[in-house]
């Protein structure tokens, strides 16, 4: 058997893509997106249907060239979700603008709206996540959309204190970003990690057994991959989001995946509770020169790439 055959006995693979075809050739359970892999998809004349469709509907509903914008970036984003539904037999995320990162009231009239296009479409909420980033603002949004039945996952993150913020506000999946904290690392240490000791692969590592010491419900999903060893490091997470080009290593090599992540040993482990209000939250998230920057820049770069898809957009709009 495939080592992606392998992983996927003790952890949900979860395509990290945009792409149709990825996802029916490496049939992973659920699907993420966020703006930069839509915006990638968006290139292709395949999904120009998808694109056309909700342009013609931002036009027929816009009250003025903003509100057609917001209504345009909401329903491609809703129309690659639904399609992406057809494929994968669970769930997909899709994310809030970044630009409301720091806007309760935004997130969640946001998600709100994406739940309503889905539900139209005959999609019931139960396999949407809608993605928040982890700011405090983020998990405050998390808290109220729950409590009425629509599940979030909050992205971005770098840091046990974004993660027991979000698990105390009821969010139903985390979403670790292994890669990034590595590459902080990296550049700051001068020298790469073997995967034992990979930075994200340890942070994803304390998340996992904070939450299951804890009993939270609050599910891990590791993502930002860069390189395999991190991901067959993690196996036993309860997720992983994976691009379309460690799907293809994975599949291709043979050999056992040993289990790594396992709940069962988590209340054996010391660990402290951590209380996280809002001012030792934003404390110790500044206190976390890694986590802060790297927050900081995944913002700048999802809102970057919305606006840069907003652009594609008004080509196909004139």
């Given at each position: 058997?495939s080592?992606?055959?392998?992983?996927?006995?003790?952890?949900?693979?979860?395509?990290?893509?945009?792409?149709?075809?990825?996802?029916?050739?490496?049939?992973?359970?659920?699907?993420?997106?966020?703006?930069t892999?839509?915006?990638e998809?968006?290139?292709?004349?395949?999904?120009?249907?998808?694109?056309?469709?909700?342009?013609?509907?931002?036009?027929?509903?816009?009250?003025?060239?903003?509100?057609?914008?917001?209504?345009?970036?909401?329903?491609?984003?809703?129309n690659?979700?639904?399609?992406?539904?057809?494929?994968?037999?669970?769930?997909?995320?899709?994310?809030?603008?970044?630009?409301?990162?720091?806007?309760?009231?935004?997130?969640?009239?946001?998600?709100?709206?994406?739940?309503?296009?889905?539900?139209?479409?005959?999609?019931?909420?139960?396999?949407?996540?809608i993605?928040?980033?982890?700011?405090?603002?983020?998990?405050?949004?998390?808290?109220?959309?729950?409590?009425?039945?629509?599940?979030?996952?909050?992205?971005?993150?770098?840091?046990?204190?974004?993660?027991?913020a979000?698990?105390?506000?009821?969010?139903?999946?985390?979403?670790?970003?292994?890669?990034?904290?590595?590459?902080?690392?990296?550049?700051?240490?001068?020298?790469?990690?073997?995967?034992?000791?990979?930075?994200?692969?340890?942070?994803?590592?304390?998340?996992?057994?904070?939450?299951?010491?804890?009993?939270?419900?609050?599910?891990?999903?590791?993502?930002?991959?860069?390189?395999?060893?991190?991901?067959?490091?993690?196996c036993?997470?309860?997720?992983?989001?994976?691009?379309?080009?460690?799907?293809?290593?994975?599949?291709?090599?043979?050999?056992?995946?040993?289990?790594?992540?396992?709940?069962?040993?988590?209340?054996?482990?010391?660990?402290?509770?951590?209380?996280?209000?809002?001012?030792?939250?934003?404390?110790?998230?500044?206190?976390?020169?890694?986590?802060?920057?790297?927050?900081?820049?995944?913002?700048?770069?999802?809102?970057?790439?919305?606006?840069?898809?907003?652009?594609?957009?008004?080509?196909?709009?004139?």
């Open positions: 058997m080592k992606l055959d392998n992983l996927k006995k003790h952890t949900v693979v979860v395509a990290d893509t945009g792409d149709f075809d990825s996802m029916k050739e490496y049939q992973p359970q659920d699907a993420t997106t966020n703006p892999l839509i915006l998809a968006a290139d292709k004349p395949q999904y120009q249907p998808l694109l056309e469709e909700a342009v013609s509907y931002a036009e027929s509903k816009g009250m003025n060239e903003a509100h057609k914008m917001e209504l345009l970036i909401e329903k491609v984003f809703v690659f979700g639904v399609e992406i539904l057809k494929i994968v037999p669970g769930r997909v995320s899709t994310e809030v603008d970044a630009r409301l990162s720091f806007d309760v009231e935004g997130s969640v009239r946001k998600a709100h709206n994406y739940i309503a296009l889905y539900e139209k479409a005959g999609i019931p909420r139960e396999r949407i996540l993605k928040l980033a982890s700011t405090w603002e983020g998990a405050v949004a998390c808290r109220q959309l729950e409590k009425e039945g629509i599940h979030c996952n909050m992205t971005l993150m770098f840091s046990i204190p974004q993660a027991v979000a698990a105390e506000s009821g969010a139903t999946l985390i979403s670790p970003f292994v890669g990034r904290i590595r590459d902080w690392w990296l550049k700051h240490e001068g020298h790469d990690f073997e995967p034992h000791e990979d930075p994200g692969v340890l942070s994803v590592n304390e998340i996992f057994y904070y939450l299951k010491h804890f009993d939270y419900k609050t599910q891990v999903m590791g993502a930002s991959f860069r390189n395999s060893g991190e991901i067959l490091e993690l036993g997470c309860d997720l992983l989001t994976i691009s379309p080009k460690f799907l293809e290593e994975l599949s291709k090599a043979e050999g056992d995946v040993p289990k790594k992540l396992d709940a069962k040993k988590a209340k054996a482990q010391p660990i402290d509770r951590l209380e996280v209000d809002e001012k030792t939250f934003r404390y110790l998230v500044n206190d976390n020169a890694m986590a802060i920057e790297k927050l900081a820049e995944g913002i700048r770069k999802f809102a970057e790439a919305t606006i840069e898809l907003e652009e594609e957009l008004k080509k196909i709009s004139v």
